[in-house]
């Protein structure tokens, strides 16, 4: 048990579709992350939150929107998206601060048709 | 650019010992972290070293050269459970976390 949860796990949608990822964390944590991961290639950094305030957002493309109403829940809606945009996306939660490692949930499989 | 390099693909034996390198130019240093993920399930982390030097945490352990750009994560007594992707992750000067592609490692009997 990560203490840090996402919902679903898996999400099959046309490039049409508006759906939205999920992610809770009950460890107390006040910054909260998403991540995409691809086959081979690095975690890529998408989004930040720092006590419920974005503080980074790496050039993502406008379909992805986080939402982040407290500091124990996390969105990433999705509106439109595009075949490439099939990877994991990666939750995570720290203490913010300078070297508080990053607690992960389980991901969401996304595949885009 | 900032980049980390770490191999993307090692085999070892049960019960042995083997070294995953990583290499790193970033701007700016603020700790390297070692991190373990199996197949379909969230990283997990092993190891932080913001120091020069060896950490030993029971089979593992993490060094770090800060002159060098280089950490290794060495796992001794090698389990089959063991078999997993290793990412290195470095923290740059913005204190955000610059991940490696990771490493998988495969351990046959």
């Known amino acids: 048990e990560t203490g840090v949860t996402q919902t679903p796990r898996h999400l099959v949608m046309g490039m049409t579709n508006k759906k939205s990822l999920k992610c809770e964390q009950h460890l107390g944590h006040n910054a909260m992350y998403w991540y995409k991961q691809s086959a081979k290639k690095p975690l890529e950094l998408m989004f930040v939150y720092n006590f419920k305030e974005q503080t980074e957002n790496n050039s993502v493309p406008s379909r992805f929107s986080p939402e982040c109403p407290n500091s124990s829940h996390l969105f990433l809606h999705l509106h439109t998206l595009q075949p490439e945009d099939s990877a994991l996306y990666l939750c995570a939660s720290s203490q913010a601060g300078e070297h508080n490692e990053q607690f992960f949930g389980p991901g969401t499989r996304l595949t885009v048709l | 650019g900032q980049n980390i390099d770490q191999p993307t693909e090692m085999t070892a034996t049960e019960g042995a010992i083997v070294q995953i390198n990583c290499t790193y130019q970033t701007s700016g240093f603020n700790g390297l972290f070692w991190y373990q993920q199996h197949a379909g399930e969230a990283p997990t982390f092993l190891s932080y070293?913001?120091l020069d030097g060896l950490e030993e945490k029971g089979r593992f352990s993490s060094f770090l050269s800060r002159s060098k750009g280089y950490s290794y994560l060495l796992l001794k007594e090698l389990q089959m459970k063991d078999s997993a992707s290793y990412l290195c992750?470095?923290?740059?000067?913005?204190?955000?976390?610059?991940w490696g592609a990771g490493t998988k490692l495969i351990i046959k009997p």
């Open positions: 992750a470095v923290m740059d000067s913005n204190y955000q976390l610059i």
């Open positions: 070293n913001v």
